[in-house]
């Protein structure tokens, strides 16, 4: 009994204690749910348990019986209360044996009792515990997403109630684990940063960690130190002498640790893109971790006029009113589209609504806006538009409007086969649908446009597949077509990619909104005309 107590719990317990009787065991709240139950043999006789509770009520409570039995025909019922902390919620023993009663049951279910007592009050401890540590990661998990859509200040708030505090500024870590080994990483990720690093378990990729840890990190050592072997990382572990990356990669055999640049809190959003191009880096490498190559934002690089265009097109999101007050309002409606362009269908569990819901949503959001959200060419405008509008506006020096005539505040890229070739609903539309390449030409865009496009310079048939996978709207079958491959080997060369760009393209949130302003940047130059756009790539490169 003892044995069964330690190893199998309350369910093992009952199960042998059924096989003793020759009938039915069961654990039954005082509600009259049966919480376990097991019978061992065919025949044995299921109960009516709230009848059975009802009867042996009074002679439980009222009386103060320790113990009630109540002969049902050709079976007995014997009822045993269980002592607990709460005696108004405590379970009773309820067993179900043939008649006449075996000699020595009733001495034998009192010794069970205490048994069951114990089993009940350790099991009822560790739901406890599974419900506090579930209502802790949720609350972690609901302070990354209120980080991730910028409202600072509610995260700091519900954060208090957390350790440890938030750090300001961060660096992003996204760790991949292998299986189900995310509660064994996060114990060594914690250990490894000293319990200074913010961990979130990833409400989208089931195998992924997400660390907020302090942009203050210990002393990376020298060059030959970071390309050694597996053992004397782990001695760099134990003085301090690592990052969090390197720690955790030395420690855990199977892990993949990709790391953002320093980022400011109120931009952890940017932090876990570049961390997540960075692990599709380091899945390449023997090592097991990298870290983000410094890459300015788009966002940043766009200037007054970005901003003014990015407020133009966004208008009708941002201000828009709900018809009935279940509808989702302007701000629900902005963390969707961010939500689905990051992590596209995934988003559904990023935001914990329903596929069907989210696919509305994104309807209703082209439509308010006057895009064609299954193009790639309005996804790409409608991600730059929002990274803008999340980036705290710089101090600089006014410049002209985009709108010199002041003609509305049109919001549609149109229908064309690019950003340029708006064919909206009024002059106020087209004008904005122009605006976003006059937006491009600015030098420092073309400058972010270059470093976007340098690693694949000189590399043989890297930008071709790009361009073709991009006009393809990132899909792998028609792709593969295009360029008279397999799609295994469309895929390789993705891949191929990733590791030369430092960027992920095949898993959301991928590079392609980037490279493909970066090449409309690129092809701006070549042909200034308003009505080029990446479909016209292969005569480009021809």
């Known amino acids: 009994m003892h044995r069964l107590v330690r190893s199998g719990g309350t369910p093992a317990l009952l199960r042998w204690l059924s096989g003793r009787a020759d009938g039915w065991a069961g654990l039954v709240g005082s509600d009259g749910t049966v919480l376990h139950a097991a019978a061992r043999t065919a025949g044995a006789v299921v109960p009516d348990v709230a009848e059975l509770l009802a009867e042996g009520a009074t002679a439980l409570t009222e009386r103060g019986a320790q113990a009630y039995s109540l002969d049902t025909g050709e079976h007995t019922a014997l009822l045993f209360p269980l002592h607990t902390d709460d005696p108004g919620t405590a379970p009773v023993l309820a067993v179900v044996t043939p008649r006449p009663v075996a000699a020595g049951l009733a001495t034998l279910l009192a010794d069970v009792v205490l048994a069951l ?54 660096r992003v870590c996204v760790v991949e684990c292998s299986g189900d080994g995310r509660d064994e990483v996060a114990r060594v990720c914690a250990e490894a940063d000293g319990g200074r690093s913010w961990i979130v378990r990833c409400p989208v990729y089931v195998r992924h960690l997400i660390l907020v840890t302090p942009a203050d990190e210990a002393p990376r050592g020298t060059a030959t130190d970071r390309v050694a072997t597996d053992r004397a990382a782990t001695d760099r572990v134990a003085t301090g002498q690592v990052t969090i990356d390197e720690a955790v990669a030395a420690r855990v055999g199977d892990c993949v640790v990709g790391v953002s640049e320093p980022v400011p809190l109120a931009d952890t959003a940017t932090g876990y893109r570049q961390a997540f191009h960075a692990l599709a880096v380091a899945r390449e490498l023997p090592s097991r971790h990298a870290r983000f190559g410094v890459s300015p934002e788009a966002a940043l690089v766009v200037g007054r006029a970005g901003r003014q265009w990015a407020d133009a097109l966004l208008a ?33 569990d990023h935001l914990k609504i329903h596929r069907n819901t989210l696919a509305a949503r994104v309807r209703f959001i082209g439509e308010l806006l006057g895009l064609d959200l299954h193009r790639l060419a309005d996804q790409a405008a409608l991600d730059l538009a929002l990274r803008i509008r999340a980036t705290p506006a710089p101090a600089c020096t006014a410049e002209p409007a985009p709108y010199a005539d002041g003609t509305g505040t049109g919001t549609g890229i149109g229908t064309g086969a690019g950003i340029g070739t708006g064919t909206g609903t009024g002059p106020g539309t087209a004008k904005a649908a122009q605006a976003l390449d006059e937006v491009l030409r600015r030098p420092s865009v073309r400058e972010w446009a270059e470093q976007q496009l340098a690693p694949v310079q000189g590399v043989r048939g890297a930008e071709e597949t790009l361009r073709t996978w991009l006009e393809c709207e990132g899909r792998l079958g028609p792709t593969a077509a295009r360029l008279g491959i397999s799609v295994p080997g469309a895929r390789k060369r993705l891949t191929r990619l990733e590791t030369v760009l430092q960027r992920s393209l095949l898993r959301p949130p991928s590079a392609r909104y980037d490279l493909w302003l970066a090449l409309r940047r690129k092809d701006l130059d070549l042909d200034p005309g308003p009505d080029l756009d990446l479909t016209a790539c292969d005569a480009v490169t021809s």
């Open 117 to 170: 007592e114990l089993c009940w009050q350790a099991e009822t401890l560790e739901r406890k515990r599974r419900r506090v540590d579930l209502a802790e990661s949720r609350g972690r998990e609901a302070v990354l997403h209120l980080l991730m859509t910028g409202q600072l200040s509610i995260a700091q708030q519900v954060a208090g109630a957390l350790r440890p505090r938030l750090p300001d500024p961060v």
């Open 316 to 348: 009708p999101l941002l201000t828009h009113v709900p018809r009935r007050a279940q509808d989702p309002v302007s701000q629900e409606l902005a963390a969707t589209a961010a939500s689905w362009l990051a992590f596209s269908s995934h988003a559904t």
